[in-house]
T-cell receptor, first 110, second 112 residues
Framework: QKEVEQDPGPLSVPEGAIVSLNCTYSNSAFQYFMWYRQYSRKGPELLMYTYSSGNKEDGRFTAQVDKSSKYISLFIRDSQPSDSATYLCAMSAIDDKIIFGKGTRLHILP | ETGVTQSPTHLIKTRGQQVTLRCSSQSGHNTVSWYQQALGQGPQFIFQYYREEENGRGNFPPRFSGLQFPNYSSELNVNALELDDSALYLC???????????FGSGTQLSVL
């Protein structure tokens, strides 16, 4: 079993829809949870950063962490064509390297 | 405030050659991490440098080596290139810790 599992997609949704992206993980030592967005031929850009469990909201983006289920989610409200990108979940234990998922390719259809 | 910059943007090498990739960290950041991203995969951790010392290494062979300079810029060196080394090489800088990484646009390396 891989440490971090993420469905690669692609996921296609119409403009304005709510998008749900998620990852599962196996390492119970993970404490830091992140979501990165990566456009084609660019480096990943940090979107959301969460420590331990709970929810965090930033504009149209909401990150959720459920440590009991080892499951994290990213919700995008009112999705826009400019949200079309690859979304990478990432996580780490304290003072340890960051592990990335494979990324989910998202297409927002105008 | 300047972001993370990497050079070159693209590189083509042949099997067996050596390559050096360069990275300038974001202003104020003293930690640099290098990642390899194969097509369709997430970034894989190669190693991290903190104040010029290696501070953690992923599952990569010794032919992958690095340096960090007093101004916190960094180099990634890969010797005896193999076809499977073809990938996007990403540099990320951070302040002290490892959690919030700020990435450059990467160097696309093709090994023929």
């Amino acid at each position: 079993q891989k440490e971090v599992e993420q469905d690669p997609g692609p996921l296609s949704v119409p403009e304005g829809a709510i998008v749900s992206l998620n990852c599962t993980y196996s390492n119970s030592a993970f404490q830091y949870f992140m979501w990165y967005r990566q456009y084609s031929r660019k480096g990943p850009e940090l979107l959301m950063y969460t420590y331990s469990s709970g929810n965090k909201e930033d504009g149209r983006f909401t990150a959720q962490v459920d440590k009991s289920s080892k499951y994290i989610s990213l919700f995008i409200r009112d999705s826009q064509p400019s949200d079309s990108a690859t979304y990478l979940c990432a996580m780490s234990a304290i003072d340890d390297k960051i592990i990335f998922g494979k990324g989910t390719r998202l297409h927002i259809l105008p | 405030e300047t972001g993370v910059t990497q050079s070159p943007t693209h590189l083509i090498k042949t099997r067996g050659q050596q390559v050096t990739l360069r990275c300038s960290s974001q202003s104020g950041h003293n930690t640099v991490s290098w990642y390899q991203q194969a097509l369709g995969q997430g970034p894989q951790f190669i190693f991290q440098y903190y104040r010029e010392e290696e501070n953690g290494r992923g599952n990569f062979p010794p032919r992958f080596s690095g340096l960090q300079f007093p101004n916190y810029s960094s180099e990634l060196n890969v010797n005896a290139l193999e076809l499977d080394d073809s990938a996007l090489y990403l540099c990320a800088s951070s302040l002290e810790g490892r959690e919030k990484l700020f990435f450059g646009s990467g160097t696309q390396l093709s090994v023929l």
